[in-house]
């Protein structure tokens, strides 16, 4: 596909540790349920930083990194489901945070695949020729949406957030995005629903009532059907990076890390078994930072780089799953 390099990374992760055991205080839970069930030992929740702060400050730590000045970046996408105001754009105050005049700057909401499928827009965007430098922070505050008095989805639930610049490789570049698969299944959205606001203004008619997609959710808080998600997840980890890695025509055993949203640690060893991959390949971080979304994957890729576990030219999938539903997965070369 197209010449697209890694070329920095860089994460924020808020200092708030909540521990399982900080959980059993709020709900009828205990550290052995969450553990077995999720593979989640704690998870970082904001202390009150929004989700455009942590996102700038990933940014900035990816640009260090990249050793690129905000002023050369032609894009800026933030993927987030969670963000602070419904405009201006997140990715437009993290403009005007790093002073990216050159930039425009847009928000992708495909919750928490969102980093899958904006790396996929980046490759696309590279392959213009006016395009060279384009950042993606995936910033999530999914805090703000979960019920904590809800013990099925208030465990899985932590907060941060991570950026990656991408710019544009030379043809002796061993980096490229090689393949993706993106995919979606509305018809079972209802299986993950947080609500927004609903039309009000003085001119509506008492008692109009019109279809209601979901069924009665009051608030934003987060509803979820967890088997469901289960299973979806499991089926669309697996085939997508299967999809991917054939239309690529890689074989698996060449991929250096498969790198799949962090949601739940048995989902993940079931779609490794189902894509018969070696379980060290796999990254699996959900223990210190539970879910957080879109922020899952760029967040293991960063602790790689930064660890000096990832060269360049080695092969690397990663696959997410979210609400939607949607789903993906993308390899690339590093
Ligand atoms: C949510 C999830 C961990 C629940 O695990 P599960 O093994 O499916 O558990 P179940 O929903 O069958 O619940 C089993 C029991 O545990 C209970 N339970 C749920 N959460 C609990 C908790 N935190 N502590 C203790 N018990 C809990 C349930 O009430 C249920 O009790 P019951 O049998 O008396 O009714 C799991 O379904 C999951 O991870 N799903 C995917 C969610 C996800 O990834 N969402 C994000 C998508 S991006």
């Given at each position: ?26 709900v ?18 904001s ?22 000045d ?17 405009l ?13 005049d ?8 495909a919750?928490?695949?969102g ?29 703000k ?5 809800d ?5 899985l ?9 991408c ?32 039309v ?14 979901f ?20 089926r669309?980890?697996a ?23 962090q ?24 223990a ?38 949607t ?8």
């Amino acid at each position: 596909m197209a010449k697209m390099k890694i070329t920095g990374t860089g994460s924020y992760l808020p200092e708030l540790t909540v521990t399982n055991q900080m959980m059993t205080k709020i709900v009828d839970t205990s550290d052995e349920w969450i553990t077995t069930r999720t593979g989640i030992s704690e998870r970082r929740l904001s202390s009150g930083e929004p989700t455009w702060f942590m996102a700038a400050q990933a940014a900035r730590k990816a640009l260090a990194e990249a050793a690129l000045d905000p002023a050369q970046l032609d894009i800026i996408m933030v993927t987030t489901c969670t963000p602070d105001y419904y405009l201006p754009s997140a990715a437009c105050i993290v403009q005007a945070e790093l002073g990216a005049d050159r930039a425009f700057c847009f928000d992708l909401n495909a919750a928490c695949t969102g980093f899958v499928y904006a790396l996929d827009m980046a490759a696309r965007y590279l392959s213009d020729p006016n395009i060279h430098h384009i950042l993606i922070v995936a910033s999530e505050n999914i805090s703000k949406l979960v019920d904590y008095s809800d013990r099925s989805t208030c465990v899985l639930f932590g907060d941060g957030a991570s950026a990656v610049v991408c710019s544009r490789g030379s043809d002796e570049d061993p980096s490229a995005l090689l393949a993706t698969r993106l995919g979606s299944e509305g018809q079972t959205g209802h299986v993950l629903v947080s609500r927004a606001l609903k039309v009000r203004h003085p001119f509506l008619a008492e008692g109009a009532v019109w279809p209601d997609r979901f069924g009665e959710h009051a608030d934003h808080t987060l509803t979820m059907e967890g088997q469901e998600v289960f299973k979806f997840a499991v089926r669309v980890l697996a085939d997508s990076v299967l999809e991917a890695a054939a239309q690529a025509g890689v074989n698996l055993t060449e991929l250096r890390y498969i790198i799949p949203h962090q949601a739940n640690a048995r989902i993940v060893e079931a779609a490794a078994r189902r894509m018969k991959a070696d379980p060290a390949q796999i990254i699996s971080r959900i223990a210190d930072f539970g879910n957080t979304s879109s922020a899952s994957i760029p967040i293991c890729l960063d602790e790689l780089v930064r660890a000096g576990k990832l060269q360049r030219g080695e092969k690397v999938a990663i696959c997410g799953f979210g609400a939607g539903l949607t789903y993906g997965a993308a390899i690339f070369s590093y």
